[in-house]
């Protein structure tokens, strides 16, 4: 593990693949969408496109598919599909109803930053009732640069009133770790299903999962039920 001086008195979170399994989502919509247009979702555009806000990301489906459409189309039809589908599928990635709690029991601030629209956002917090344990969320729309720009993360440090360095950003992506590193956060890597071949050479940390004893001793915390 790489070290931080800085006291860790935040943590920031990304959401896809992060928080909830919305991974396993977009990559139902991804070939959904391709499969109508004689296309295949492969694993190299999924990259590609893993942790992006949607211009890009869309940008990115159609230099690879040499497809007509513009992005917001494409967006507009992924969020449709999306909404769709997710009731059935969504889950809490392991290990992150436990985080929060314990960073709750500790008074450590909370936010989210992620490349994903409100609208997706909204639909993905308010079945478990997130909406109020985070002091405030970043999306797609509220910044200028998407991942792995860092605007995102200095923004959120900004609005916590702290310094980058004393904020641990949790992420899956190359593209988000990357963004969290340039920033000067704490970018810890917490690789997914879809994500296990992507650089992580960024982060001062990789972790198996939200759960892992690593982030804990990090942060200073210990989860329910475990001494001090």
């Known amino acids: 593990m790489k070290t931080n001086e800085?006291?860790?008195?935040?943590?920031?979170?990304?959401?896809?693949?992060?928080?909830?399994n919305t991974e396993d989502v977009y990559a139902a919509v991804g070939a959904r969408m391709l499969r109508r247009r004689g296309h295949e979702f492969t694993a190299e555009l999924k990259n590609q496109m893993m942790g992006l806000r949607p211009r890009p990301a869309f940008e990115a489906m159609i230099r690879h598919c040499n497809l007509a459409e513009k992005w917001r189309e494409l967006a507009a039809e992924s969020n449709r599909l999306?909404?769709?589908?997710?009731?059935?599928?969504?889950?809490?990635?392991?290990?992150?109803?436990?985080l929060l709690d314990a960073l709750e029991r500790a008074k450590i601030p909370k936010a989210i930053g992620t490349s994903s629209s409100r609208e997706l956002v909204a639909a993905c917090l308010k079945p478990f009732g997130?909406?109020?344990?985070?002091?405030?969320?970043?999306?797609?729309?509220?910044?200028?640069?998407?991942?792995?720009?860092?605007?995102i993360y200095?923004?959120?440090?900004?609005?916590?009133?702290?310094?980058?360095?004393?904020?641990?950003?949790?992420?899956?992506?190359?593209?988000?770790?990357?963004?969290?590193?340039?920033?000067?956060?704490?970018?810890?890597?917490?690789?997914g299903e879809h994500s296990r071949e992507h650089d992580f050479g960024a982060a001062l940390l990789v972790v198996d999962s939200l759960s892992d004893p690593q982030l804990y001793r990090v942060l200073g915390i210990t989860p329910r039920g475990q001494g001090v």
């Not at 800085?6 to 909830?20: E, K, Q, S, T, Y």
């Not at 999306?82 to 436990?98: A, C, H, S, T, W």
């Not at 997130?130 to 605007?151: I, M, S």
């Not at 609005?159 to 770790?177: A, F």
């Open 6 to 20: 800085n006291r860790i008195r935040a943590v920031v979170f990304d959401m896809d693949g992060l928080m909830f």
């Open 82 to 98: 999306f909404l769709e589908i997710l009731g059935g599928r969504l889950k809490p990635m392991p290990g992150l109803m436990e």
């Open 130 to 151: 997130f909406v109020g344990r985070f002091q405030f969320v970043l999306a797609a729309e509220d910044v200028e640069n998407g991942k792995p720009h860092p605007e």
């Open 154 to 191: 200095l923004t959120v440090a900004r609005r916590l009133g702290i310094q980058p360095g004393e904020m641990m950003v949790l992420e899956d992506s190359e593209n988000g770790c990357a963004a969290a590193a340039a920033a000067g956060a704490f970018a810890v890597a917490v690789p």
